[in-house]
């Protein structure tokens, strides 16, 4: 009789490492995408991502993970009741499988990955989608794509187990997956206003580099806590993740260089991202040589797709696209050409250059044709509907006005003295709004003046915290 | 009275405020302002994307100066600034009628 699987700390505790780290590239993402954003809409393109962190964390909770890491039902979805969120599992033998992780930390770890993806997408869409209409997709998409997908790839459905298709920390479930969906969203959703006539450049340079800094700090914890354990595929994977992003940096400024005749910071960032999708699935298929190989190509192919969409016409605001479908789709093909059985036993054909023939090449293809069609179809279908429903654009005016404003009536940055103290807004968050409805905005300060604020009230007058001339909700009785 | 205005490139604005404060020049007004002369900007390249920057950042320098003193200013000004490149922008004279220092109600050239 074999022995009961027991928890190994080692694998636990790098796993949870991981876990944190994954979560942390989300808010680097938003980082990222905010900064290549115009300053009008930065708040926005922040909130698409810890909004889908909220809402994809508690989904992946309570049904989520089940459909993609449940029991197989018929090669398509997990047995959605099998880790349901409302059971609890503190057993002993509450493991996975032989890694001897508590499930509870593998269902954290995967559950930072169907945050990310589903945040991917939302760098296609800057500047003009509804929340409201964001959210309801978020909650489709997941639900009806990702949890699938990631069942098809990772949890014993029919790419992975039955096509024998290779991914191992999410080239086709993740990126391939998050790009087909923010095509399908730009497709449904148009141009922002004035594009391409304007080119929207990026409102905070800085801000995009610590955010691919984050990504690629969180990125070791993606690729190399993808082995789920501490082992020698754990290290392979690691390596690779840093050599592949260094050549994409290289081979992203390398086409800068020659096409536009310099190298930028954004560029060196975009070409990060582009080399750290791109090793993705391949990072524990390959030797360090092929993801150095892999990383170049990627960089420079990455940066010359993303001029596509305005040969093509299509608005993927912040390159999507350009970015993770293509970079996905280079790895993915990547272990067709240069996987090989002596650095991982999961490597059942040879690529190509080990002399395995087009096998596996022709597997990884249709694997990402599988996902490219499915995640495109559903999220055009959602989109369509939720536009036709809800309304997933916001109007013209809240657009040429700044989508910060319109959708959450804040703003990202206030560095005029002019503008900055007139607002009057320590008065309305303490209810002190002179009697004025709460929500309304505008300049309330003149208002305020003439329904009769006293002189000096605005800077600590004795009686202006809700003493003499306050009522009991504090509001000023003049 | 004389009010001296010089256009000047952002980075040159720590050498106009020192050679004027040489000169002995009581006070200046500095604005950020933006525009574009004979270079008409220039461009930034975003992932590939070409960006036409049409106006450019420059600082605007105003002095209110006594007639006697306006060349001193205005070669000190041109002095400073000048880097000998496209876009180290333009200083003008203008008249003054009378000005008032609102501390003290003092007028014309008391009130420089």
New interface residues.
Partial sequence: MPEAPTIDTGNTAWLLVSSAIVLLMTPGLALFYGGLNRAKGVLNMIMMSFSAIGLVSILWLFYGFSAAFGEDQGGVIGDLGQYLGTKTFMAETDLWGETGVPLYVFMAFQMMFAVITVALISGAISDRAKFSGWLLFVVGWASLVYFPVAHWVWGGGFIGANLGALDFAGGTAVHINAGAAALALVLVLGRRLGWPRE?M??HNVPMVALGAGLLWFGWFGFNAGSELTADLTTGLAFVNTQVATAAAVLGWLLV?KA??G?P?L??AS?GAIAGLVAITPACAFVTPWAAVLLGLVAGAVC??A??LK?RLGYDDSL?VVGVHFVGGWIGCLWIGLFGTSSVSSLVSNEGLFYGGGVTQLGVQAVSGLIVTGYSFVVAFVLAFVIQKTIGFRVSEQAEVEGIDIAEHAESGYDLSPAAGSAGGGAFAAAGLTGGRPAGQTGAPGAEQVAAGWPAGGRHGHPDSAGGEGADATGQRRW | MKLVTAVIKPYQLDAVKEALHALGVAGLTVSEVQGYGRQKGHT????????TVEFLPKIRVEVLTDELDVNKVVDAIVAAARTGKIGDGKVWVTGIEDVVRVRTGERGLDAL
């Fill in positions: 080119t450049k990026p800068e096409r536009d310099r930028t954004v560029g975009s940066a010359l993303v001029g305005y390159d | 930034e390249v975003y992932r590939g994307a070409e960006y």
